[in-house]
């Protein structure tokens, strides 16, 4: 029982040691990520915007994915019902885009891109 009593007191003091080092691994949790991730993905959105535009579906496609990967990283009180309509018209979009359909790929993309602006501009 010593032996069993001596092994979870070692796991439970790890894991207090591992949940400390969590906010480095996670820094886009703090105000400062969130509001890059927040700018990152207005970025790569307004870029895969003007290429559908442009009618270049490789470049649309690779910064939706972009979009996609940077939203992933907006937590907390900016990852509202906003950011999840966002990432829903992003989704959209790709298909859209992936089906060859570039002008509604832009048509859809063009309410996200203005939801993003106006959460980089909020952003605190």
């Known amino acids: 029982m010593k032996k069993i009593n001596k092994t979870l007191g070692v796991a439970f003091v790890a894991g207090l040691l591992a949940l400390g080092n ?7 949790e703090d105000a400062g990520g969130v509001v890059k991730f927040i ?3 207005y970025d790569s959105a307004k870029a895969a915007l003007d290429a559908a535009k442009a009618g270049k579906k490789d470049e649309t496609l690779a910064s939706l994915k972009q979009v996609r990967q940077y939203s992933k990283e907006i937590t907390g009180d900016a990852a509202g019902m906003k950011l999840q309509k966002v990432n829903q018209a992003i989704k959209a979009a790709a298909s859209e885009a992936e089906a060859g359909d570039l002008a509604k790929a832009a048509t859809t993309l063009e309410p996200a891109v203005a939801s993003l602006d106006e959460m980089k501009k909020n952003a605190k």
Request: proline share 0%; net charge neutral.
């Open 39 to 41: 700018g990152l993905s």
């Open 22 to 28: 969590v906010s480095v691994a996670q820094s886009a």
